[in-house]
Nanobody, 124 residues
Framework: VQLQASGGGVVQPGGSLRLSCAASGFILADYGIGWFRQAPGKEREGVSCISSSDGDTYYADSVKGRFTISRDNAKNTAYLQMNSLKPEDTAVYYC??????????????????WGQGTQVTVSS
């Protein structure tokens, strides 16, 4: 059971990145999936989460209108499209799965299955 996050990098303010989270060893379609981030010296934050099947989503207030979470169950992969990036978006981004609702997943992060993280740096 493994999650592999990728797509991070260095981008200027206002730029965009798309993160991917590829699942292996299990069927991603059976689980909700979420993106989390942790900046140096700060607590981990649930950024966006999506349900397994009905498309229900949750977004942190800090990213609403800028980030979009999606999933392609046929590819066993989830995505986080990040637009209008700000320096405060700089963090290591992780993906995780669980069977709870998107809001519960993002707020309480109960998952025991996490990806290894990908660094996003927004800087001019």
């Amino acid at each position: 059971v493994q999650l592999q996050a990728s797509g991070g990098g260095v981008v200027q303010p206002g730029g965009s990145l798309r993160l991917s989270c590829a699942a292996s060893g299990f069927i991603l379609a059976d689980y909700g999936i979420g993106w989390f981030r942790q900046a140096p010296g700060k607590e981990r934050e649930g950024v966006s989460c999506i349900s397994s099947s009905d498309g229900d989503t949750y977004y942190a207030d800090s990213v609403k209108g800028r980030f979009t979470i999606s999933r392609d169950n046929a590819k066993n992969t989830a995505y986080l499209q990040m637009n209008s990036l700000k320096p405060e978006d700089t963090a290591v981004y992780y993906c995780a799965v669980d069977s709870v609702t998107p809001k519960t997943l993002c707020i309480f992060a109960p998952s025991e299955t996490w990806g290894q993280g990908t660094q996003v740096t927004v800087s001019s």
